[in-house]
């Protein structure tokens, strides 16, 4: 029956159930979303440890919203909505907190980015091309988390997870055309934070 109901039912159903007080029909809906809400938060944060913390609020969220949820909208877009607003949420707060903070020290920057890249690093002690596609993979990550958030989150959502710009319109809350205009901004920036990012490994090699 757990089966049947998790192969079934709808996201929106299980919300429904879960609005009721089925704990069940949830965990299906957390099984269900959980790896690619994760994944939209990490690239938008660069931090693992953090993106999985967001997520685990993104849930929560879900949860105490379920009683009064409508299906105005696919539970996707919905779901992403509400990630990407906690994206945008914390990074303010932590551009004001910064504001109030010790820098960290340029061996503290360069821990956290090795812990970036640490799983390429890991992983296949291989041949020059994996390296090579670990480092560019680590290149766009740090380019991504420069742009600024609303460019950011179309360019997640569109290249990472496959959506519409019409289902962006929808999370983001604008038009189509201007998610089309963020669209083409986001590929300019990070095609020039890119060139600049090559640039400088030329003259400073690691």
């Known amino acids: 029956m757990n089966d049947f109901l998790e192969e079934t039912s709808s996201s929106e159903n299980l919300m429904a159930r879960s609005g009721r007080g089925d704990t069940h029909s949830f965990e299906i809906l957390v099984r269900r979303h959980q790896r690619s809400v994760l994944n939209f938060i990490y690239r938008f944060t660069g ?33 992403y909505r509400i990630a990407a607003n906690l994206c945008i949420n914390k ?82 809350g604008c038009s189509v055309s201007a998610v089309d205009s963020l669209m083409v901004r986001a590929k300019r920036n990070l095609h020039g934070k890119l060139v600049s990012q090559e640039k400088k490994s030329q003259v400073f090699p690691r």
């Open 47 to 79: 931090d693992r440890i953090e993106a999985e913390d967001l997520a685990q609020e993104v849930f929560l969220k879900v949860w105490h919203s379920a009683p009064a949820y409508k299906p105005t909208a696919k539970f996707t877009t919905w779901i």
């Open 91 to 172: 990074q303010r707060s932590d551009r004001i907190r910064r504001l109030f903070t010790v820098p960290p020290s340029r061996k503290e920057e360069e821990d956290l980015e090795n812990e970036l890249s640490a799983d390429h690093a890991t992983k296949s002690p291989s041949p020059e091309d994996l390296l090579l596609v670990a480092e560019r993979k680590r290149q766009i990550l740090n380019a991504i988390q420069q742009l600024p958030a609303n460019q950011r989150v179309a360019l997640v959502l569109k290249r990472y997870e496959g959506l519409s710009y019409k289902e962006i319109a929808k999370i983001i």
